[in-house]
C-alpha cells in the first residue's frame, strides 16, 4: 500500500494563483509551482501533465468558484435586485480572492488557452456558455422592467464591477469594502426605470 500524496491537487493551484498574483503568468512554471509547495518537481507531474494542464486547472477552478455566487445571485427574485445583488456579488468575491480576481480580470488568454487539452478547452467554453446564457436571460427579464437597452443592462451587470475593482486588482490588493456599496448603489442607479 502506498503512501497517501503528501500535497493536494489544491495545493499546486493555490500556489500557481499566488505565483501568478506575484510574477504574472511567466512565472508560473511546473518547477516554481512544485518549489512553492515544497514537493519534489516529479510530483506535479503526477497531477498535470505539463504546464498547459496546471494552466487550464487554474483558470477552470477560479472561474467555476466565482461563477457559484455570480450565478446564484443572477437567479434570484425579482430580476432587478438579481442584478444588483449579482453585480455586488463580483466585488464581494474579489475581496476574499484578489489573486483569483486578477487572474479572471487577465483572460484565458493570458493563460495560454490555445495550448491547452481539446478537454480542457471545452470545459472552459462550457464554463463561459453557462455565464452567457445566465446573463442573456436576466437582461431579457431586465429590459422591459427597466426601459434599458442591452447594452446599458451590460454595463450594470459586467461592465461596472469590473472596472470598480480593476485598479484595485491591477496594485495587487482587495477592493476596500466601501466598492461594495458604490457597486450597489451605482448599479441600482443604472437599473432604474428609464421610462
Not at 451590460?154 to 496594485?171: F, I, K, T
Request: one cysteine or more; hydrophobic letters at 40%.
Amino acid at each position: 500500500m502506498g503512501r497517501p500524496p503528501q500535497h493536494t491537487t489544491d495545493d499546486f493551484l493555490d500556489a500557481a494563483v499566488r505565483i501568478f498574483a506575484a510574477q504574472g503568468v511567466a512565472g508560473v512554471t511546473m518547477s516554481a509551482v512544485a518549489r512553492e509547495v515544497g514537493a519534489p518537481s516529479g510530483s506535479i507531474y503526477h497531477r498535470f501533465p505539463g504546464r498547459p494542464a496546471l494552466l487550464a486547472a487554474v483558470w477552470l477552478r477560479t472561474l467555476t468558484g466565482f461563477q457559484q455566487g455570480y450565478l446564484e445571485a443572477l437567479d434570484r427574485e425579482p430580476p432587478v435586485e438579481a442584478a444588483i445583488e449579482a453585480a455586488a456579488q463580483v466585488v464581494r468575491w474579489c475581496r476574499v480572492h484578489p489573486a483569483e480576481g486578477k487572474l479572471l480580470y487577465e483572460g484565458n488568454r493570458a493563460l495560454g488557452v490555445d495550448d491547452w487539452s481539446p478537454d480542457d478547452r471545452a470545459r472552459a467554453d462550457a464554463a463561459n456558455h453557462l455565464l452567457e446564457a445566465a446573463i442573456t436571460k436576466v437582461v431579457r427579464r431586465l429590459r422591459p422592467l427597466t426601459g434599458r437597452s442591452t447594452d446599458e443592462l451590460m454595463l450594470a451587470l459586467v461592465d461596472l464591477p469590473y472596472a470598480a475593482v480593476r485598479r484595485h486588482l491591477d496594485r495587487g490588493e482587495a477592493p476596500p469594502p466601501r466598492t461594495v456599496d458604490l457597486v450597489t448603489r451605482t448599479t441600482r442607479t443604472l437599473l432604474s426605470d428609464s421610462r
